[in-house]
T-cell receptor
């Protein structure tokens, strides 16, 4: 079975600080996708990024960056120069590429509070 | 149009009521999903429709009945719910079942 662990339940930072959200996953499959979603207080889950297991290149999008390391089964997310609008719950998720098992396995989420 | 819409935003119902949740997308996506999310927990998958056919039912009680009338619409019919069914119900869609899912804002359901 698959498992995604987000060990940080809650993180509080002051605006402009950098913050890294950790994600560790477990799967016996060799082909899978990893995702990050943001859930602001309004409730909607906002898609941030998808990586597949073949591609370990790190990615940067504005203030967001992701570090995928298969050797440690980790897919960490860093926000540079955090802003109050970044306050939300962030979920890491895994989905297998196997056609019969398409469900997303979510981590328990990390609540990020950015103080002004 | 790049969004998933859900109605109503809030719903309060009694245990004997029958109600429906509605989800709509106009992105041409062929996979649609229902999730249930309890407070401070991650979303849990309930159903997956792929090309308007039910492909996954995660052992959801029969008091929840999904329906996919066409490729843009997904309904969730509710009947004889229990107070523990109170939660945020999220709809999502993806281009196919292999692509990233885009979520709607959810319906916050309270069962009295």
């Amino acid at each position: 079975a698959q498992k995604v662990t987000q060990a940080q339940t809650e993180i509080s930072v002051v605006e402009k600080e950098d913050v890294t959200l950790d994600c560790v996953y477990e799967t016996r499959d060799t082909t899978y996708y990893l995702f990050w979603y943001k859930q602001p207080p309004s409730g909607e889950l906002v898609f941030l990024i998808r990586r597949n297991s073949f591609d370990e290149q790190n990615e940067i999008s504005g203030r967001y960056s992701w570090n995928f390391q298969k050797s440690t089964s980790s897919f960490n997310f860093t926000i540079t120069a955090s802003q109050v609008v970044d306050s939300a719950v962030y979920f890491c998720a895994l989905r297998l590429m196997d056609t019969g098992r398409r469900a997303l396995t979510f981590g328990s989420g990390t609540r990020l509070q950015v103080q002004p | 149009d790049t969004e998933v819409t859900q109605t109503p935003k809030h719903l309060v119902m009694g245990m004997t009521n029958k109600k429906s949740l509605k989800c709509e997308q106009h992105m041409g996506h062929r996979a649609m999903y229902w999730y249930k999310q309890k407070a401070k927990k991650p979303p849990e998958l309930m159903f997956v429709y792929s090309y308007e056919k039910l492909s996954i039912n995660e052992s959801v009680p029969s008091r929840f009945s999904p329906e996919c009338p066409n490729s843009s619409l997904l309904n969730l019919h509710l009947h004889a719910l229990q107070p523990e069914d109170s939660a945020l119900y999220l709809c999502a869609s993806s281009q196919t079942a292999y692509n990233e899912q885009f979520f709607g804002p959810g319906t916050r359901l309270t069962v009295l």
